[in-house]
């Protein structure tokens, strides 16, 4: 073992290199200097090449591990794409010495957050928080991974794998408006030859013709220990977890010595224009790349304030003219995305129904031209600087976060280190910089532009457009390439120089402490609760008025929407844009939201500006603006959202399921941003009307985490609990219906969906219910644990059916459903929902003792992440200011686990998992899959809706 070094990170500002608008102060990131927040680490490696690096952290009893492979698409190969992406999936499935869903199991039992990986096109992690105790166990089965893992994919294995990953595409590309356009910018920016010419997720075909030994050769090429990093952060001993890393990888065999990959920036010899009739689109959307830099170039930290400054907030060039002169969108995205080979800077907006993409790009241009002109000042450049420093501490607010970012470091800037650096650059950036880069990668710059367009709208694309190539799969019945996922793996083990099937005891049981949970009630009836957290200099409130929905007429619904979404447009004394300038001045975030139970005002800011972003929030709460060209702005901007969602087939299933839910003429059916014609109807009067009725202390809680102490929280606050004032306001207590006394089939019609969206499900009971947390435990093994659970390892570890499902209980202060939801491969659409069925039959029947035991294991041992992030103590607090549970329901949850029984669980589960009693909503394609379900023996299914739009065969 060989030990490199160890080097402490620290958070360094130096106020040398910032800039101040003459006349004008520091910026929150200029004055942060001589910071105290530290990332230390120790980075070393064992002789067969894997970088290990360590962050010790004791602040909560957890350690995040994660193995981060240097393999990504870009190391594939033209006709044999999607294979970095498949072992994301194959390498949790099996490994010798854990066994056939052993890590998944293993995860369950000890606690640990699940079993997770991500691919892009450079890069594929595995990664996983657990409670400290469980440490040797995943360093045991991280190492399997890399030299214990490739003889247990056998033929079965790949053939249910390559369905999971098919019903991935289909879910997240497919069956989703716009999914295919990064797949058409791909292919056109970049050359056949270039490594990001495919996508990450590779072509459907290529992973139908891999062979066996095809996806052998890529695992022994790439999944090595000298092309490997483990990082290691949280709370443990550093000399045992040496030692238990040489233990476990350390006889792994090196692989092949890995070539660095060159830069390959990329040109566009001549701008192209491509256009696509997307069967899912409602909205015309334009899209223009241009090629720009690797990530961590010289040059991309500027590019970075360059897409900020253009298009976020209320001045930027690109919401003046688009959004706020010409009306021609409600949003503008603009991004620099950085790869380690080379990068691009995109542009992307939804236009409005039935407007010309060739005026889009008059008023792209004109923007431009706009920038060109008056430039980027002082002031706007330290604002963005300025939310850049709390970007940087809210990705380094877990253990996790800190992996990665020390894993990120290693792999593309080749040091852990490179965080003082990373700094130094994004302060370094000056206007000029700005302006050099767009000079030099997008004024007068060849792009790639794609228009997709609604199905029958190609009047509205670029004018010389080119049809551009897409691959649509065609969805047969019986196509399907069929396994038996029930196959046990036949193979030789892999030598080692001690038995490694044993898994490791654990270690010393952490203690859990939950955090102290202070409260206070101010004098106009507002509620305070706060936890003190140090670990970041940050602070995360959020205030909850109740009300919401509840309190609108089911005649207009949409008001309390468009209130919160006024509420940010300017207050009396600021426009729009000098609060906006305010908020990002002091490196701060406000949000308000409604939905439908409460209006919601909350944020994130440095500690240090804690008293200055709740002045804010003062300001906004009780000096609204109410201007009216802003008004009418939000109703376009709500009815392009309504429309949308009804491309949208995910959103189809919400909306309609709640309808089934609560009735149609429930409150709590409705669609929160109202419906076309209300939000139409409703006025400026409405909004100031709601305000005026229903907004008061009296019925608001605020939740206060943060490196704040309660002092600090509470004198903040004087301004508004002086100024505010309290009137009475009564919620109203809605009807819930009951569950169905028989099951009914209902289906949407989604012209030739690729999937269908299942929501099965019946009005349960309320949070506060007394059976609410045993019904949840009761539903961890059937829905609720994720690869844990039965109907996950059923439709799709068994059958391949999909890419995911989950049960669950929602529910507050009011009773919500019980749900299941999926998205299935179309053609299995009968076969999904029937499984599903007889799982929910006998579910209870067959839940043993070991179902017992792993449930108690899991949420026993997992209470040791529950607290370790801000927003997880957040969430806390509101579970105990608006539930009205005790500070110490841990241990009353904690009671409830140990004293469960057998028993207990099957009386539940017949109580609440009756398949004859529930509501089938399936969103497909109606001429292929509807009739079959009446073979499901809940009656003729009941459609929806009527076709409504001609879309191609």
């Not at 929501?759 to 093994?781: C, V, W």
Request: aromatic residues 10%; charged residues 25%; hydrophobic residues 35%.
């Amino acid at each position: 073992m060989k030990i490199t070094r160890l080097l402490a990170l620290s958070f360094l500002v130096i106020s040398a290199l910032s800039c101040k608008e003459e006349g004008g102060g520091d910026t929150a990131f200029a004055k942060a200097e001589n910071s105290q927040f530290e990332v230390p680490f120790e980075k070393f490696t064992l002789d067969n090449g894997l970088t290990v690096i360590l962050h010790q952290d004791t602040s909560d009893p957890v350690v995040a591990v994660a193995l981060t492979a240097h393999v990504g698409s870009a190391r594939e190969i033209e006709g044999r794409t999607g294979f970095a992406h498949l072992f994301e999936h194959l390498l949790f499935l099996e490994s010798e010495n854990l066994g056939k869903g052993g890590l998944d199991a293993m995860s369950a039992r000890i606690g640990g957050s699940g079993a997770n990986g991500s691919t892009s096109r450079d890069r594929t992690n595995y990664f996983q928080t657990v409670p400290k105790d469980a440490l040797e166990k995943m360093i045991w089965a991280e190492a399997d991974k890399l030299g214990y893992f490739i003889n247990t994919v056998t033929d079965p294995v790949l053939a249910k794998e390559k369905q999971v990953v098919k019903n991935e595409k289909r879910q997240s590309v497919d069956n989703r408006p716009y999914g295919h356009a990064r797949y058409v910018v791909g292919k056109n920016l970049y050359t056949e030859s270039h490594p990001y010419n495919w996508q990450v997720i590779g072509s459907l075909e290529d992973l139908q013709n891999a062979t066996l030994q095809d996806v052998k050769d890529f695992y022994n090429r790439w999944y090595t220990p000298n092309n490997t990093t483990l990082t290691i952060a949280g709370d443990f001993d550093i000399a045992q977890t040496k030692e238990w890393v040489e233990k476990y990888f350390g006889e792994i065999p090196r692989g092949e010595e890995i070539p660095t990959m060159q830069k390959q920036p990329v040109q566009v010899e001549t701008t192209k224009r491509l256009y696509y009739e997307d069967n899912f689109a409602r909205l015309p959307q334009l899209t223009m790349t241009w090629p720009t830099v690797p990530n961590y170039d010289k040059d991309s930290y500027a590019l970075d304030v360059l897409s900020a400054y253009l298009a976020d907030g209320k001045n930027a060039p690109f919401n003046k003219i688009l959004i706020d002169s010409k009306q021609l969108t409600a949003g503008v995205q603009m991004y620099n995305y950085g790869s380690e080979l080379a990068g691009e800077f995109t542009l992307s907006v939804n236009a409005y129904p039935g407007k010309d993409l060739d005026d889009v790009l008059v008023g792209v241009n004109e923007a431009f031209t706009k920038f060109e002109l008056e430039g980027i000042s002082q002031k706007d450049l330290d604002r963005i600087k300025a939310g850049q420093e709390t970007q940087f501490y809210n990705g380094l607010s877990s253990v996790l976060g800190k992996g990665f970012q020390l894993a990120q470091y290693e792999i593309f800037a080749g040091d852990p280190g490179y965080i003082s650096e990373d700094v130094k650059r994004i302060l370094a950036v000056t206007k000029e910089d700005v302006q050099r880069v767009y000079d030099t990668y997008i004024k007068g710059k060849n792009y790639i532009a794609t228009s997709f367009v609604p199905k029958g709208q190609t009047a509205l694309v670029l004018e010389d457009s080119q049809l551009a190539q897409v691959v649509e799969e065609k969805i047969i019945e019986g196509a399907e390439e069929s396994f038996d996922a029930s196959i046990a793996a036949e193979y030789e083990r892999t030598p080692s120089s001690f038995d490694r099937s044993k898994e490791p005891p654990y270690g010393d049981t952490p203690q859990i402490n939950a955090p102290t949970v202070w409260e206070e009630t101010l004098s106009s009836g507002l509620e305070v609760y706060g936890i003190e957290n140090s670990e970041v200099p940050l602070v995360q409130f959020q205030m909850n008025i109740r009300g919401g929905l509840l309190l609108e007429d089911i005649k207009k619904v949409g008001v309390s929407n468009l209130l919160a979404d006024l509420l940010m447009k300017g207050t009396a004394t600021k426009t729009t844009a000098q609060l906006e300038n305010e908020i990002e001045s002091l490196g701060a975030s406000i949000y308000t939201y409604a939905d439908k139970e409460n209006v919601y005002i909350g944020g994130n800011t440095l500690a240090k500006n804690y008293d200055k972003t709740i002045a804010l929030v003062q300001e906004i709460l009780l000096e609204p603006r109410w201007d009216e060209t802003e008004f009418d702005l939000l109703k376009q901007s709500t009815l392009s959202r309504l429309e949308q969602q009804q491309a949208n087939p995910n959103s189809i299933a919400a909306i309609e399921f709640d309808k089934l839910i609560y009735g149609e003429n429930s409150l709590l059916a409705q669609n929160t941003l109202g419906t076309p014609a209300s939000v139409k109807s409703i006025t400026l009067e409405d909004l100031k009307a709601f305000y005026t009725n229903n907004l008061s202390p009296s019925v608001a809680k605020l939740q206060v985490v943060g490196a704040i102490d309660e002092r600090v929280a509470t004198s903040a606050l004087a301004g508004l609990n002086d100024n505010w004032k309290s009137k009475e306001v009564v919620i109203p207590t809605p009807v819930v219906p009951q569950a169905p006394e028989q099951s009914n089939v209902y289906f949407y019609d989604v012209p030739d969906a690729k999937q269908s969206v299942l929501r099965f499900g019946y009005p349960a009971m309320a949070e506060t219910d007394p059976n609410f947390y045993p019904a949840q435990m009761m539903n961890y093994r059937l829905g609720g644990g994720g690869f844990a659970s039965q109907l996950t390892q059923e439709l799709r570890e068994g059958k391949g059916y999909t890419y995911g499902i989950r049960s669950r209980f929602s529910g507050s202060t009011l009773p919500g459903a019980f749900s299941i939801s999926s998205g299935v491969r179309s053609n299995v659409t009968y076969e999904s929902t029937a499984l599903v069925k007889d799982i929910l039959k006998n579910y209870g029947k067959n839940f043993t003792e070991d179902d017992l035991d792993v449930s108690k294991s899991f949420l026993l041992k997992s209470q040791a992440r529950a607290f370790e992030t801000i927003g997880a103590k957040l969430n806390m607090l509101d579970d105990i200011a608006n539930l009205g549970i005790s500070p110490d329901y841990v241990k009353e949850r904690q009671s409830i686990v140990e004293n469960m029984t057998v028993a207990e669980i099957k009386k539940l589960s017949a109580q609440y998992l009756n398949p004859d009693k529930m509501i089938y909503l399936v969103v497909g394609d109606k001429k292929t899959q509807m009739d079959k379900l009446e073979q499901l023996g809940y009656g003729t299914p009941i459609l929806l809706n009527e076709k409504k739009q001609t879309v191609k065969d």
